[in-house]
């Protein structure tokens, strides 16, 4: 089965890059049909789908399009988030996901991260 695993800083200042990387063990991101996606949940606020990769070719939530950006390492099995300019409501659990379907909103579909808080704030 397949396991995602989330890591990167907890604590971001306003202006600043956000970074996130997520290590895929039990499965490969090259693997035809699926989506490797970036989902958050701001604190008290449902989940929000940021955007997936799927076969090298990134896809993005329009309200984020501008300041986002994902990117794969295969050689690492590994792919990762980068959010510029980030603001304090950028704060959110962030979660790493596997699905069939581009857009991820439950955690009932496909293979999920535990998530990992990240904070932005001076």
């Known amino acids: 089965q397949v396991q995602l695993q989330e890591s990167g800083p907890g604590l971001v200042k306003p202006s600043q890059t956000l970074s996130l990387t997520c290590t895929v063990f039990g499965g490969s991101i090259t693997t035809s049909g699926y989506y490797w996606s970036w989902i958050r949940q701001p604190p008290g606020k449902g989940l929000e789908w940021m955007g997936a990769?799927?076969?090298?070719?990134?896809y993005y939530n329009p309200s984020l399009k501008s300041r986002t950006s994902i990117s794969r390492d295969t050689s690492k099995n590994q792919f990762t988030l980068r959010l510029s300019s980030v603001i304090p409501e950028d704060t959110a659990v962030y979660y790493c996901a596997v699905a069939q379907t581009l857009v991820v909103v439950s955690a009932t579909e496909g293979y999920w991260g535990q998530g990992t808080q990240v904070t932005v704030s001076s």
């Open positions: 990769i799927y076969s090298g070719s990134a």
